[in-house]
């Protein structure tokens, strides 16, 4: 497996080893101790999560601000856009964005540590979506920042329909509610 720090060091990209031929495909998708190297800590997971989304549908900026959680994710039907924001405020690289096109062709995952806020945007006409996480989901401590903060500055891509998403994309209710950055709760 191939493991590249993105800007934001902690957050990083992995890719697989693909074995293919006429009978189909092999790939390790996680492996712990690999996993764990990369890292430099012991990572526990206590939950396997799905999605599956419709194109244009997007989803985030999502965090938990007690008993955050990590995310290893990854795509195995289509592909997103997937975005990390560091919230840690005494980070070098706080508030800068990273970016990275996950698909069921490329095998990509993205890890997202602690201490970020992640969302992706669904390029194809459906994805469907898998995180690892480090922690269980509070809906109590999970809090949203808008996915089109003027701080932040993402460059969400266009998709393949042609239209530019940042303008209308399809949210949640909950995401419509998201904060600015400078207002939202931090690490």
Request: glycine share 6%; charged share 25%; aromatic share 14%.
């Amino acid at each position: 497996m191939k493991i590249t720090p993105t800007r934001i060091p902690d957050v990083l990209v992995l890719e697989p080893k693909f074995y293919g031929d006429d009978r189909g495909f092999f790939f390790e998708s996680y492996n712990q101790q690999r996993f764990n190297e990369a890292v430099g800590r012991d990572i526990c997971f206590v939950q396997d999560n799905e999605s599956m989304s419709k194109q244009a549908v997007l989803r985030g900026l999502h965090y938990q601000v007690v008993k955050p959680q990590g995310k290893l994710v990854r795509v195995s039907e289509g592909e997103v856009f997937d975005v990390a924001v560091d919230i840690r405020s005494n980070s070098p690289t706080f508030g800068q964005w990273v970016g990275e096109t996950l698909s069921a062709k490329n095998k990509k995952q993205l890890w997202v540590p602690e201490g970020f806020a992640h969302g992706f945007l669904v390029l194809s006409e459906v994805a469907r979506f898998h995180y690892k996480v480090t922690d269980y989901w509070y809906p109590e401590h999970e809090r949203c920042i808008r996915f089109d903060d003027p701080d932040i500055n993402i460059h969400w891509p266009v998709v393949p329909c042609g239209f530019p998403i940042a303008l209308d994309p399809m949210l949640s209710d909950k995401d419509k509610q998201g904060l600015d950055f400078k207002n939202a709760e931090k690490y």
